[in-house]
């Protein structure tokens, strides 16, 4: 049986604010700003940099253990390979995954979090204005605030703040630490 469905709501993964549901919605800082790093939000409108199409999901069947009814719209996807329809995986609020990023297992993807490539699976939760690049999510993580990962692989670990961790050489696993500010290579 199916949870969800995508749904004909579409917004576009875009480097700079736009308009999004008729207001204008500026670039959001992610991650440490001395990086100067540009991250991407959702709007709607052409003509953006990334250009990337996402829809929004809506649930088909009750999951009362994340707190979801049958007919909750959820987060947005670009495609269906985005988010399994086994265990109780979910992408809430305005929450993006794309890029071949995939959530699976009992994952939950929250609030303005964005998965660009890379899984999310197990009981990992990314939440708040995380930015996943690239980076498998394992067991146990909690990646919130504004925090980066970039590449790797991250399990039983939280990052939280603007907390930045890359992997230097795209094998590299960072296993429990609590990070809340800084960069760190694993």
Request: one cysteine or more.
């Amino acid at each position: 049986m199916k949870k969800y469905e995508i749904t004909d709501i579409t917004a576009t993964v875009c480097e700079y604010g736009y308009e999004l549901d008729g207001k204008f919605v500026e670039p959001e800082e992610r991650g440490p700003q001395f990086y100067g790093m540009n991250y991407p939000v959702l709007a709607a409108g052409d003509g953006d940099y990334m250009g990337v199409v996402v829809r929004r999901i809506k649930a088909l069947c009750d999951m009362p253990e994340i707190g979801v009814k049958a007919g909750d719209l959820g987060g947005y996807i670009e495609d269906g390979s985005n988010l399994s329809q086994c265990g109780k995986c979910w992408i809430h609020d305005d929450a993006v995954v794309y890029n071949g990023g995939k959530v699976c297992g009992d994952a939950q993807v929250r609030d303005s979090a964005v998965i660009n490539g890379g899984t999310v699976g197990s009981n990992a939760v990314v939440s708040d204005k995380a930015y996943v690049l690239d980076t498998d999510i394992g067991s146990d993580a909690n990646i919130g605030g504004s925090a980066t990962t970039y590449r790797g692989h991250v399990s039983s670990s939280m990052l939280t703040g603007d907390a930045f961790a890359v992997s230097d050489y795209n094998q590299g696993r960072l296993e429990g630490r609590n990070i809340t500010t800084g960069v760190v290579h694993y």
